[in-house]
């Protein structure tokens, strides 16, 4: 058995070297300079690929590189990660990738048309099962504000009457209140 296992990694072996060295050989540095295998990055950037910038506040930085502070919506050691608020970093750790209806580079803008397209993306999709149920609900919705404005005048109606001494017809109130003010 352990015969067995050394063969499998003694042929494996070459294969997994020769794989590592063609990674290396391959490997892109975007902002900076393949020194024996690895990218050495020009000061702003950091990363396996150099790839990611460093979003300080400002140009000071510590002797080991790092920012004093961070631009809004950026993170990490060097600044170099970006915040999605209502989203996910892309795979490239580069930008985000908002939910829906959210917007921006750091996924926290909210625009009304994209609230709006949203919701009658949501009603469309619910198709006509959709609207059958919105229809008792509006209905449900309508009762109950009936209802209330019903309460509140006859509630309205008694204080008046409580307090003046008056005796007060519920319709009355119930048209004042239905007045805009
Ligand atoms: C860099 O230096 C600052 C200040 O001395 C320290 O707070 C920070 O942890 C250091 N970062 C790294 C990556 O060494």
């Given at each position: 058995?352990?015969?067995?296992?050394?063969?499998?990694?003694?042929?494996?072996?070459?294969?997994?070297?020769?794989?590592?060295?063609?990674?290396?050989?391959?490997?892109?540095?975007?902002?900076?300079?393949?020194?024996?295998?690895?990218?050495?990055?020009?000061?702003?950037?950091?990363?396996?690929?150099?790839?990611?910038k460093k979003m300080c506040d400002s140009f000071r930085r510590?002797?080991?590189?790092?920012?004093?502070?961070?631009?809004?919506?950026?993170?990490?050691?060097?600044?170099?990660?970006?915040?999605?608020?209502?989203?996910?970093?892309?795979?490239?750790?580069?930008?985000?990738?908002?939910?829906?209806?959210?917007?921006?580079?750091?996924?926290?803008?909210?625009?009304?048309?994209?609230?709006?397209?949203?919701?009658?993306?949501?009603?469309?999709?619910?198709?006509?099962?959709?609207?059958?149920?919105?229809?008792?609900?509006?209905?449900?919705?309508?009762?109950?504000?009936r209802m209330a404005r019903k309460r509140q005048a006859k509630?309205?109606?008694?204080?008046?009457?409580?307090?003046?001494?008056?005796?007060?017809?519920?319709?009355?109130?119930?048209?004042?209140?239905?007045?805009?003010?």
């Amino acid at each position: 058995m352990r015969l067995l296992a050394s063969a499998i990694f003694l042929v494996l072996l070459p294969l997994i070297v020769s794989q590592r060295v063609r990674m290396r050989s391959t490997l892109v540095c975007k902002n900076g300079e393949r020194v024996d295998g690895r990218c050495m990055c020009t000061p702003d950037y950091v990363g396996r690929h150099c790839e990611k910038k460093k979003m300080c506040d400002s140009f000071r930085r510590y002797h080991n590189g790092t920012c004093f502070a961070c631009l809004e919506g950026y993170s990490g050691e060097f600044c170099e990660d970006i915040q999605c608020v209502n989203g996910e970093v892309d795979k490239n750790g580069l930008a985000c990738i908002c939910e829906k209806p959210y917007s921006g580079p750091f996924c926290s803008d909210l625009n009304t048309k994209d609230v709006y397209r949203l919701y009658n993306n949501r009603a469309y999709m619910m198709g006509p099962l959709g609207a059958l149920c919105i229809i008792p609900m509006c209905a449900l919705f309508y009762g109950c504000e009936r209802m209330a404005r019903k309460r509140q005048a006859k509630r309205v109606a008694t204080m008046l009457g409580d307090v003046q001494n008056l005796t007060v017809h519920t319709d009355a109130v119930k048209s004042l209140l239905a007045e805009d003010v």
